[in-house]
C-alpha cells in the first residue's frame, strides 16, 4: 500500500474521497487510483457479488496500492471474513441499528481479543503463508476499517451508543433507505431526515468517529465537506453514465457549429465566405439542445455557430464571451436571457452584427417581482438542492397545456443538469444586474425580428411587443399556444421565421431555401 494506511489517515482527520465501484469491473479500480482516489469502495449489498470475481477486484487494489474498502451484504460474519481474507482494508456494514449490532460486527471483522475473527494465513491476507503470524495480527489490529451504516429510523436515536462502541472505525450514512425508512423516499432533504442526518452528525463529532457520505458531483461533495463529513464517495456507475450523457449533448452541440466545408474547386476560405454567419445565444438553463430542430432547418442555408452564456456572471461580461468566439461579421439568435445577450452584443459591437432575432426575450431590466422570485432559488442552489430546480424548470417554463408532454419535460429538465448549478448561480447573478436596454433599442438599424409566444409566462406578450416596437422595422411574429420555449415547443414555426428574417440581410448569394421569403415584406 502507498503511504499510511487508510485507518491511519482517517485516524488523523485527513479528508479523503472514494469511488463506490458497483459494477463487475476490475479496471475500475485501477483507473480510480490512477484518477487520484484514495480508496475504492466495492458494492457486494447492491453491486457485483462476492468470491472470485470480488478478490479480483481486491488484486487490481493491491497492484495500485490502494485501499479497498468492502460493502458486505449483512451483518452474516461469513462475507465479513471473506472479505478481509481476501485482502479488504476493511468492511462497511449496512443496516446496523444498535449497539449490539455494532458489537457483532466489529466482532466479526477482528481476530481476538477484540473480536472473534477466525485466522487462516493461507489467505491472501495472509500472504499465502508468507506473512508471519505475529506480523499479521499487528497489521490486522492496526489498519483493519469497520464503518457501520446508519440507515434506519431505529439506528438514529442508538447513533451514539453504536459510534462509541469500541473498534468502530466510522459510520456512512445510507441517506436514501434513512428517507424511505422516515416515511419520506425519495425526499432526503425533508427536514425530519435532515434532523436524523444532523443527529448523526452531533453522535460522530462527540464520539470523534469520521464520516462518509455518497456524494451527488462536486457541488454535492462541497457541501458535505462543509457540512462535517470527513469523506466523500462518488459512485462509478452514476459518473460513468454522466461522462456518457456529457459526450451526447456535446456531439449534439457540435451540430449547431454548422457543415464542415465540402470538398471542390474553391479554396476552404472561399466557400465558408459564401455562407451567412448565424449565432445562435440559448436561453437560461438552456443548452445547444434548445436549437436542435431549428439548426437542421437552418444549417441548409448558413453557417452555424453555437455561444454560451454559463460562463460568466454578467450580462456585459457574457456578450464579451459571444464576441470573443463570433466570425467577424454574424447575425444573432437570442432566447430569453440569451436575447438580452444579444442586445448588449450589438450595443457593443454594431458594425459586426448584420441581423438580430429575439425570442421570448426582453428589454427590460429585472422588476421587483423576479428579484424576490429568485431569491429562494438561489437559496436552493446554496444549499445543494438544484436537482429541485432542474426537475421543476418544465413547470416553470412550459405552458400548462404542454407540461404532461413527457419528451419534452425530459429535453428542459436534461438541458438545465446539464447547465448545471454554478453556471445557474452566474445566469442568475447576470439576471440580477442586467441592463435596461429600451433606451438604445431605437439605434439599432439591421434587419431585426421579434418572436413572441402567446402563452410565454416568463416574458408576456406586452414584454415582447414593447421590445419590437423599440427597434426601427422590427417584424413581430406571434405563435399561438406557444410558451417560454418556442425553439422546442414549435421548432418548424420558429425556422420558417428565422429563414424569412435571413433574406433581409445582406449576404454574398441568397441561400435557395432562404430566396423563397424574398420580398415577404422584410
Known amino acids: 500500500m502507498k503511504g499510511p494506511s487508510l485507518a491511519s489517515r482517517l485516524g488523523d482527520g485527513e479528508p479523503v474521497s472514494g469511488l463506490f465501484v458497483k459494477m463487475p469491473a476490475p479496471a475500475q479500480v485501477e483507473m480510480a487510483s490512477r ?12 453491486g457485483p457479488g462476492g468470491g472470485l470475481e470480488l478478490e479480483h477486484h481486491l488484486r487490481a487494489a493491491d497492484a495500485e496500492g490502494m485501499p479497498a474498502l468492502v460493502r458486505v451484504p449483512s451483518l452474516d460474519p461469513g462475507p465479513i471474513l471473506s472479505a478481509l481474507d481476501g485482502g479488504a482494508s476493511g468492511v462497511v456494514i449496512p443496516h446496523v441499528t444498535d449497539p449490539t449490532t455494532a458489537r457483532a460486527a466489529v466482532a466479526a471483522a477482528h481476530y481476538p481479543p477484540l473480536g472473534r475473527r477466525g485466522l487462516a494465513l493461507s489467505t491472501r491476507a495472509g500472504g499465502y503463508g508468507d506473512i508471519p503470524l505475529a506480523r499479521h495480527l499487528e497489521r490486522a489490529a492496526a489498519e483493519t476499517v469497520v464503518f457501520v451504516q446508519i440507515e434506519d429510523a431505529e439506528a438514529v436515536d442508538a447513533a451514539a451508543g453504536i459510534l462509541t462502541t469500541s473498534g ?22 425533508h427536514p425530519s431526515v435532515t434532523a436524523a442526518v444532523e443527529t448523526i452528525r452531533a453522535a460522530a ?13 462536486s457541488d454535492d461533495a462541497r457541501r458535505w465537506r462543509g457540512w462535517g463529513a470527513a469523506g466523500v464517495v462518488f459512485v462509478a456507475s452514476q459518473l460513468t453514465l454522466g461522462a456518457f450523457a456529457s459526450a451526447v449533448r456535446e456531439d449534439r452541440a457540435s451540430l449547431t457549429a454548422g457543415p464542415p466545408p465540402q470538398p471542390g474547386p ?12 448565424l449565432v445562435l445565444v440559448p436561453g437560461m438553463l438552456c443548452d445547444a439542445d434548445l436549437w436542435s430542430e431549428v439548426s437542421a432547418r437552418l444549417g441548409e442555408c448558413v453557417s452555424l455557430q453555437g455561444a454560451r452564456i454559463d ?20 447575425a444573432l439568435v437570442g432566447h430569453s436571457l440569451g436575447g438580452i445577450v444579444c442586445l448588449e452584443v450589438i450595443r457593443r459591437a454594431p458594425e459586426r452584427v448584420i441581423g438580430i432575432a429575439l425570442i421570448n426575450s426582453s428589454a427590460r431590466p429585472p422588476d421587483e417581482q423576479q428579484l424576490l422570485q429568485w431569491e429562494p432559488l438561489q437559496d436552493e442552489a446554496e444549499k445543494g438542492r438544484f436537482s429541485h430546480i432542474a426537475a421543476a424548470q418544465p413547470d416553470v417554463v412550459l405552458p400548462l397545456a404542454r407540461r404532461s408532454d413527457k419528451a419534452l419535460r425530459d429535453r428542459v429538465e436534461g438541458m438545465a443538469r446539464s447547465v448545471g448549478v454554478e453556471a445557474f448561480r452566474r445566469q442568475l447573478m447576470a439576471q440580477r444586474t442586467r441592463p435596461d436596454s429600451r433606451p438604445w433599442l431605437a439605434g439599432i438599424a439591421c434587419p431585426a425580428i421579434v418572436i413572441a409566444g402567446q402563452d410565454d409566462e416568463i416574458c408576456p406578450m406586452a414584454v415582447q411587443e414593447e421590445l419590437a416596437s423599440g427597434i426601427a422595422g422590427c417584424r413581430l411574429e406571434k405563435l399561438a399556444a406557444c410558451g417560454h420555449l418556442a425553439p422546442l415547443e414549435q421548432p418548424e414555426a420558429v425556422a420558417e421565421r428565422l429563414l424569412g428574417w435571413l433574406s433581409a440581410l445582406p449576404q454574398p448569394s441568397l441561400p435557395p431555401r432562404a430566396a423563397q421569403f424574398a420580398g415577404a415584406g422584410w
Open 35 to 46: 484518477a487520484g482516489f484514495d480508496f475504492v469502495l466495492l458494492d457486494t449489498e447492491h
Open 168 to 189: 468502530v472505525s466510522g459510520v456512512l450514512i445510507g441517506l436514501n433507505d434513512l428517507s424511505i425508512s422516515l416515511g419520506h423516499p425519495g425526499d432526503p432533504e
Open 266 to 277: 474553391s479554396a476552404p476560405s472561399q466557400v465558408a465566405a459564401e455562407r451567412l454567419h
Open 311 to 330: 460562463l460568466d456572471e454578467s450580462v456585459a461580461g457574457m456578450a464579451e464571451t459571444v464576441l470573443a468566439s463570433a466570425p467577424q461579421r454574424f
Open 205 to 217: 463529532s462527540a464520539a470523534r468517529t469520521p464520516v462518509l457520505v455518497v456524494a451527488g458531483g
